[in-house]
């Protein structure tokens, strides 16, 4: 049988992203899905071969992350997971270390950029059909709220669209974090150059929709970038 003891050191928490513990529990969770139950605490803890104070606490952690949830008198049961947790640990990340936004804007283009590469190639017409209905919202948009609402949903859908989970779970949380203050970007709307709801600014959101409907992904990619360009950085 494998080894699974644990030294003191392994299990100091200022380790946890190297956590011993904590990636045997990660492999056993990858391995389970939403509403599925851990083993009782008494035996996780004996085939971890840890204390259960030491098991408590890493499932405590887990639990604060949004990826498990303890019922009293029942157990601890899988939970699935939220980017809004994401959003919130990037959040209190971004400001212990004053990561300046703007860097994260950029991954966020980087991921769009992405998502109508891989949304053009597979044209999911019912994804892109998303895509379609925000475009006419924001065409059809007369107020300031309507624009940014409508915007929002467009850039979302075209994340959807590309079917791939592991860019909007991670867009979704950077997103999290630039949209946290949503009257700047109220603010923010009333000084785009060209300025949101112009024909420009409705033409550019257009190139992206079309690149992607005609599967063209080089097209789709530089209609994104095309776009993001004439945008203001967050500052």
């Given amino acids: 049988m494998t080894d699974m003891s644990f030294t003191e050191d392994q299990l100091a928490p200022a380790h946890f ?6 990636l045997v529990l990660a492999k ?7 509403g ?11 085939e971890l071969d ?19 949830q303890r019922r009293a008198g029942s157990g601890t049961y899988v939970q699935e997971f939220d980017s809004t947790t994401v959003a919130a640990a990037l959040n209190l990340g ?21 998502a109508a590469i891989e949304a053009a190639r597979s044209a999911d017409p ?18 300031a709220e309507q624009r940014v609402e409508a915007d929002r949903a467009f850039h979302q859908a075209l994340l959807r669209a590309a079917a791939n989970p592991a860019l ?28 949101m709801g112009s024909a ?13 409907t005609n599967e063209d992904s080089e097209a789709a990619a530089r209609a994104v970038d095309e776009h993001f360009m004439k945008l203001p950085r967050c500052s």
Avoid: C, W
Wanted: charged share 25%; glycine share 2%.
């Fill in 94 to 114: 971004i400001s212990s270390t004053r990561l300046p936004v703007e860097n994260l804007e950029s991954v966020r283009i980087a991921l769009e950029r992405q």
């Fill in 28 to 34: 056993l969770l990858r391995s389970m899905r939403p």
């Fill in 126 to 143: 019912v994804l892109v059909a998303y895509m379609q209905r925000a475009l006419r919202a924001l065409v059809a948009a007369e107020t």
């Fill in 168 to 195: 909007t779970f991670f867009a979704d949380a950077i997103a999290g974090v630039l949209n946290e203050n949503l009257s700047s970007r109220f603010e923010e709307s009333q000084h785009l150059s060209p300025p």
């Fill in 36 to 46: 599925d139950k851990l083993p009782t605490e008494r035996d996780l803890a004996a």
């Fill in 17 to 22: 992203s190297q956590d011993r513990v904590v």
């Fill in 50 to 68: 840890v204390s259960r104070s030491a098991l408590r606490d890493r499932l405590s952690i887990l639990e604060g992350l949004g990826v498990l």
């Fill in 200 to 212: 420009e600014f409705l033409t550019a959101h257009q190139r992206i929709y079309d690149a992607i």
